[in-house]
């Protein structure tokens, strides 16, 4: 148990328009999701925190306005990259921690490429 | 300041040899401790973690890792790798004060020669 998707797992786009990425946890319900951007050959960074029905808690030195993410239920949360530059080009990972998990245990998405034109 | 050390960038190994991959952290308490793996192109898969109890803790794969106080370490070993051990590691620490988020460390790289 404990599955966390992606959707898309690759996407290519223009500058300027906008990329939306699914995270879903499968099979159980996810209290709260982390949305990370990993560049090439370099560590994970947090982005933000998300939890369901509340508005996502950035890191310092993430734009809020160029990341939308919205966490509708307990299954699913979505990351926006807004009006999109080529230096937004990483890879986006999230994860889930599982309601009545202890320590708060993130379970790892596949991750989605995402290539800015 | 707080923070999670991997003081190895690259480690090539043969295949059949033993590995070891360090970790170092700094925080005022001891934290919650992770081992992960990353493949080329994918997320990450959680070989293994500490969080209390035990020193010595077992994963998955074949890896284990020994959790160290007195050197604030969380080393990963395995004695014997596989060419598919090739990967990025990456160690993790989560703080119960920091909502358990995870800071990695800047991950090591293993290269496994035939």
């Known amino acids: 148990g404990a599955v966390v998707s992606q959707h898309p797992s690759w996407v290519i786009c223009k500058s300027g328009t906008s990329v939306k990425i699914e995270c879903r946890s499968l099979?159980?319900?996810?209290?709260?999701m982390f949305w990370y951007r990993q560049f090439p050959k370099q560590s994970l960074m947090l982005m933000a925190t998300?939890?369901?029905?509340?508005?996502?808690?950035?890191e310092q030195g993430v734009e809020k306005d160029k990341f939308l993410i919205n966490h509708a239920s307990l299954t699913l949360s979505t990351l926006t990259v807004t009006s999109a530059h080529p230096e937004d080009s990483s890879f986006y990972i999230c994860?889930?921690?599982?309601?009545?998990?202890?320590?708060?245990?993130?379970?790892f998405g596949p991750g989605t490429r995402l290539t800015v034109l | 300041a707080q923070s999670v050390t991997q003081p190895d960038i690259h480690i090539t190994v043969s295949e059949g040899a033993s590995l070891e991959l360090r970790c170092n952290y700094s925080?005022?308490?001891?934290?919650?401790l992770f081992w992960y793996v990353q493949s080329p192109g994918q997320g990450l898969q959680l070989l293994l973690k500490?969080?209390?109890?035990?020193?010595l803790v077992q994963g998955i794969k074949g890896f284990e890792a020994e959790f160290k106080r007195s050197q604030s370490s969380f080393n990963l070993r395995k004695p014997s790798v596989h060419w598919s051990d090739a990967a990025e590691y990456f160690c993790?620490?989560?703080?119960?004060?920091?909502?358990?988020?995870?800071?990695f460390g800047a991950g090591t790289t293993v290269t496994v020669r035939a």
């Open positions: 994860s889930a921690t599982r309601l009545g998990s202890p320590y708060n245990e993130q379970f």
């Open positions: 099979d159980f319900q996810a209290t709260t």
């Open positions: 998300s939890n369901e029905g509340s508005k996502a808690t950035y």
């Open positions: 925080y005022g308490a001891t934290p919650y």
């Open positions: 500490y969080f209390s109890g035990d020193t």
């Open positions: 993790a620490v989560a703080l119960p004060s920091n909502d358990y988020k995870l800071s």
